[in-house]
């Protein structure tokens, strides 16, 4: 497994402690802030952004330049992880089987048609036809708060590069985009099977 981190300016001591995973293959840490970390262990690697789009930007980014080259499973996490997944260490220390697993401790409903409660007011059926060509789905759809989670390869290579693509493209025009906020809920559309 790979360990994507988006970071700003969170103090990053905790990856020591992900190093010693076993399950663990690399890290790889996109900065778009301060770096306060050296790691200079061989199975980190540093990466340089622009500040925009959010986490949500940093995956995808992630997905698209490594699409051909990507872990059997992909983590990925927030700059302090720990807000929204005070156990991710021992998540991120058992055997991955299923090809989606949430990684945030808080799950939250919401539905196309009546919006999201935990943030009113989001473009959610325009961002989704942007995204998908199609009317949103009349089912509610569950997603991790914080947008914190590992996912196979298989289940990213379903969908082609070009689909990837479009959402760093979304997101990458504003430091702070409000799509950022629904491409965090439709995480399990995304990677649906």
Request: proline share 5%; net charge negative; aromatic share 14%.
């Amino acid at each position: 497994m790979q360990v994507v981190v988006a970071h700003f300016r969170e103090s990053l001591e905790w990856l020591t402690d992900v190093l010693r995973i076993e399950s663990v293959a690399s890290i790889g840490v996109y900065h778009k802030g301060e770096v306060d970390f050296a790691e200079t262990n061989p199975l980190v690697t540093h990466f340089f952004l622009t500040n925009l789009g959010r986490e949500g930007h940093t995956y995808f980014h992630h997905i698209v330049e490594n699409y051909d080259r990507l872990h059997d499973f992909t983590a990925f996490v927030q700059g302090y992880p720990f807000d929204h997944s005070a156990d991710l260490l021992n998540k991120l220390s058992k055997t991955q089987t299923a090809s989606f697993t949430w990684l945030s401790e808080r799950l939250i409903q919401f539905n196309f048609l009546r919006g999201c409660d935990h943030h009113p007011g989001l473009p959610l059926t325009q961002v989704y036809r942007q995204l998908f060509d199609s009317d949103p789905p009349s089912y509610p759809v569950i997603f991790g708060e914080g947008a914190q989670f590992i996912v196979s390869r298989a289940r990213i290579r379903q969908r082609p590069k070009a689909f990837y693509q479009r959402i760093v493209d979304m997101l990458g025009a504003q430091v702070n985009p409000i799509e950022g906020f629904v491409i965090e809920r439709l995480h399990p559309l995304i990677f649906s099977e």
